[in-house]
């Protein structure tokens, strides 16, 4: 593996700077254009961010923690990266696609790893109605907002609003209210990861609504689209010892 092109790429805090400097030193780095694996040094966010600036690229992400939670990033070390990406297992992910259009008629496309929100704007609830393959499956929902998560991205805000945790093989996702009011039951929805789900902002005009994908933020929505992506995929790299899928089933046993 002494061929290896690797890209190091880092977070903007004072410890990620520290480790890529050291890392740069020791190992061959290249552009991350013309890189066999990318290298990225700092905390989710930076991963989501690399995963953003690369996905066009089809380069495996391989990250190091340097950040806070570190959920979707190895244990940091500087000894062996070589080897240690060698022996790296692969995991797969597709992210979410959102087509948005806002009440002025401007329409906007974008993509998500973890989640797709909307999220009221104002001190009044947000009003919505949601299908699923084009049926109506809740005519009219009350609440701060509603979310759609990948099994990637259920352990993150998803979890914060009590929705489940999916494992990453159970092709599903995670529809989940944020505070519903009316129906005041509802914890949402399990649904296949082939289909496509539109949400409709009922009087967005005096219920503002505004949407969130990763790094793509609408205001003053009128509807929403979400489904999996047919033709963009990433790849993470993660150590045997430190696989994604462990970690996420055992979230589902912290006290």
């Known amino acids: 593996m002494t061929d290896l092109k690797i890209a190091f790429v880092a977070a903007a805090s004072d410890a990620a700077n520290k480790a ?25 966010g930076h991963m989501l961010e690399t995963l953003h600036n690369w996905l066009d690229y089809d380069t495996p992400i391989y990250g190091m923690n340097r950040g806070t939670v570190g959920f979707l990033m190895n244990e940091f070390r500087a000894t062996n990266l070589p080897k ?34 909307l999220l009221r704007e104002t001190r009044q609830a947000a009003k919505l109605r949601i299908k699923v393959d084009g049926k109506i499956r809740m005519p009219e929902l009350i609440c701060d907002g509603v979310l759609v998560a990948t099994p990637a991205g259920s352990t993150a805000y998803n979890l914060s609003a009590h929705g489940p945790i999916i494992p990453l093989d159970a092709n599903l996702l995670a529809l989940t209210p944020i505070s519903a009011f009316r129906p005041r039951r509802w914890r949402g929805a399990l649904l296949p990861s082939s289909v496509s789900i539109s949400m409709e902002v009922l009087e967005p005009r005096k219920r503002p609504v505004s949407t969130v994908g990763d790094y793509t933020e609408v205001r003053d929505v009128k509807r929403v689209k979400v489904r999996v992506s047919e033709n963009k995929s990433f790849s993470l790299l993660f150590d045997p010892d430190h696989r994604l899928e462990d970690r996420i089933l055992n979230e589902q046993f912290i006290p």
């Not at 740069?24 to 905390?43: M, Q």
């Not at 992910?93 to 806002?102: F, H, N, Y």
């Open 20 to 44: 890529v400097k050291s890392l740069r030193t020791k190992y061959d780095h290249v552009a991350p254009e013309k890189a066999d694996v990318i290298v990225a040094l700092g905390g989710d």
């Open 84 to 117: 240690r990406i060698a022996c790296a297992e692969t995991v797969d992910l597709r992210p979410l696609e959102m087509e948005v259009e806002d009440i002025h008629g401007e329409k906007t496309s974008s993509v998500a790893i973890n989640e797709i929100s």
